[in-house]
DNA sequence: TCGCGCACTTGATCTGGGTCAAAGATTTTT
DNA sequence: AAAAATCTTTGACCCAGATCAAGTGCGCGA
């Protein structure tokens, strides 16, 4: 859900302040009305379990306003955060029983859902829905395996950059802004959350936060929002070597 | 590719050894034959690049005999493994211009592949193709999404453990053991792979060998041949709850 | 306004795994 | 069968990041 590339297909919802990415602008008139059929809102406070691992999830849907974290857990407490929520981003897994993960509200959170099971079955109808959800699971997957560098070989400071490369991208796409040089946002995630998606304790994120606000590569207002006065610079202690097309 | 759950819906294909994973066994014959005539083989030498990473790729296809792991790398030579393609295991990426990652064969290989753009063709008209590779799909980001558990919050000896289970459970599904009690495979990574994959150095992979080895986790004959006296133990040393449903 | 709680920062110390180096062991080449 | 190349093991040492431990500062309810 962390990449771009598929927002082009999306289609405004009813009431929805966003777009489902899910939908496809393409499916026609009727299908957008069955969707609406089998429509209802889920509010959640920050904190909150949207639902346990291994739980029945007998809905799919997508992120209205606030920010919702997948994240495993082992028994002896260690979590790892998965995937990040963000406004637009679909949940659920479409002919799947049960949840594989917790989903957890960060913040205050709006989800609007679709009961699975005629959802499934509208998918079935509707070619262009089916393709639509490969196309974007192909997108969570090619985020995954590009985590799974960050995680397995980027150093600490490359890491805390990564995730700000991340955020700073998405809240661009969902700002409309062209991120020509400076950018500025907000961080939605506590250091201790920061630190359950890149694999480190709170402490070594704040750290490097700090190192990072010292050489001059971000600067923060407050504990959370931040300035980021050179992107390409950014990009390079990631140690990224593409811009994802989001530069130029 | 590591999870089992999809193989029920596999189909024999022509003349190939293996089950392609990827066809859906309800799609009726027509299909089949078509699926025949866009099919070809290819052949690959041990270390051998099958594709590399944002090249052009004109195929979809099944692994038929060998290992091919699928690798992304930074500018400065650190590699992360972020697939292991097992026989019948799945590559490509229907919809998708270019590869996300280097495939490299890394024993001899060959692979059953499909010309991309007649398979897509065969996909638009025929719904249980798109749904299994949904499926598929599915299972790796699944597969994904566990392994960064694996990188960013297991320990050495656990993360060797983990790669230990996996392998294990792939080698008895795919030789119809049923794996009670003691397992017996080959290693089908160097050391040096095996690191990549776990975000580790060669060294402190030996380093781990061999510790479980001392403990009676293992014992090996030779440098590849593994026998593991009690499953449930490595699973104990993997941090890991479940048994993924293989025992019992 | 006070004080409590929570998110965050910073310091001191420890350690798991990385780095560097030197041998085995196995396979391949000649 | 010797030589060369490759893969693996093991040792000695080091360092990035974890752990343990005080603080700081801000928001909020009483």
């Not at 974290?69 to 407490?77: K, R, V």
């Not at 809240?171 to 995630?189: C, E, H, I, Q």
């Amino acid at each position: 859900m962390l990449n771009e590339r598929t927002v082009s297909h999306s289609v405004e919802c009813g009431d929805c302040p966003i777009r489902h990415r899910a939908v496809c602008a393409r499916c026609e008139s009727d299908e957008l009305e069955r969707l609406e059929e089998i429509k209802y809102y889920r509010s959640f406070e920050a904190g909150q379990t949207v639902i346990w691992s291994g739980d029945r999830m007998d809905f799919v849907g997508s992120v209205v306003t606030g920010i919702a974290t997948l994240t495993q857990t082992m028994e002896d407490g260690r979590t790892q955060m998965v995937g990040l929520l963000l406004p637009s981003d679909f949940v659920g897994r479409p002919g799947r029983e049960g949840s594989a993960y917790d989903v957890v509200a960060t913040t205050d959170l709006v989800m609007c859902c679709f009961r699975k099971k005629p959802f499934e079955a509208l998918m079935e109808r509707t070619p262009h829905i089916a393709h639509r959800l490969l196309e974007m699971t192909l997108d969570e997957l090619d985020a995954a395996r590009e985590w799974m560098l960050v995680l397995g070989r980027k150093t600490a400071r490359e890491k805390i950059a990564s995730l700000l490369t991340i955020i700073a991208r998405r809240d661009a796409s969902l700002n409309l802004r062209t991120p020509k040089g400076s950018m500025v946002f907000d961080l939605p995630l506590t250091r201790e959350a920061m630190a359950d998606y890149l694999g480190l304790t709170l402490e070594t994120v704040s750290r490097q936060i700090s190192a990072l606000k010292r050489d001059g590569v971000i600067s923060l207002q407050g504990k959370r929002h931040v300035t980021v006065p050179d992107f390409a610079r950014l990009l390079e202690e990631a140690g990224d070597d593409s811009d994802g097309g989001m530069l130029a």
